[in-house]
Antibody, heavy 121, light 108 residues
Framework: EVQLVESGGVVVQPGGSLRLSCSAS????????MLWVRQAPGKGLEWVSL????????SYRDSVKGRFSISRDNSKDSLYLQMNSLRPEDTALYYC??????????????WGQGTLVTVSS | EVVLTQSPGTLSLSPGERATLSCGAS???????LAWYQHKPGQAPRVLIY???NRASGIPDRFSGSGSGTDFTLTISRLEPEDFAVYYC?????????FGGGTKVEIK
């Protein structure tokens, strides 16, 4: 059974930093690209970042470029999101998501339960 | 960036009725790389349809997707009580990946 378990979400002050983690199991981790998708309170789904199977390609939405960094450790079946210079508008439930294929430009066929990041003073 | 516009914002229907949800793209998805997701409160989203018209594994056949280019549709032939949720379309035809704003299907 595919499982994606996020951790690391907390309350942090504006300008602060945070690292989210996602532990994957039940599938061959390095066969798949991975993504982070977020949902702000009362809003819809929003793609944040993706990383291909071996980490050689990453992509970010414009609003987080230069502040967030996605990475993966295939030896640990883990995905990460380093979040710096956090803003109140980054407040959201962050989902760890598995792509169908190795590039990330495919449907998103498994999602974690999410970890909540709150940016507030 | 491809902007996806979903309509209507809210659909009020009764169990057993047919639901028709629309998703319009601001530019043509040349490979029809469009997916539909169902999202219930407190749960992870799940994929229903990929590549516009292919049902994902384990999805009941009352869910169907159609369309091409800039106009796509998700149809639920007969609503079951568990189908009341928010539905999102998402394109992976072009970078960056984008989602529509969602359609809430609520019980009338």
């Amino acid at each position: 059974e595919v499982q994606l378990v996020e951790s690391g979400g907390v309350v942090v002050q504006p300008g602060g930093s945070l690292r989210l983690s996602c532990s994957a199991s039940g599938f061959t981790f390095d066969d798949h690209a991975m993504l982070w998708v977020r949902q702000a309170p009362g809003k819809g789904l929003e793609w944040v970042s993706l990383i291909n199977w071996d980490g050689s390609h990453t992509s970010y939405r414009d609003s987080v470029k230069g502040r967030f960094s996605i990475s993966r450790d295939n030896s640990k079946d883990s995905l990460y999101l380093q979040m710096n210079s956090l803003r109140p508008e980054d407040t959201a439930l962050y989902y760890c998501v598995r792509a169908h294929d190795s590039t990330g430009y495919s449907n998103l066929n498994y999602w974690g339960q999410g970890t909540l990041v709150t940016v507030s003073s | 960036e491809v902007v996806l516009t979903q309509s209507p914002g809210t659909l009020s229907l009764s169990p057993g009725e047919r639901a028709t949800l629309s998703c319009g793209a601001s530019q043509s998805l040349t490979r029809n790389y469009l997916a539909w997701y169902q999202h219930k409160p407190g749960q992870a989203p799940r994929v229903l349809i990929y590549s516009a018209s292919n049902r994902a594994s384990g999805i009941p056949d009352r869910f169907s997707g159609s369309g091409s280019g800039t106009d796509f549709t998700l149809t639920i032939s007969r609503l079951e009580p568990e189908d009341f949720a928010v539905y999102y379309c998402q394109q992976y035809d072009a970078s960056p990946l984008t989602f529509g704003g969602g359609t809430k299907v609520e019980i009338k």
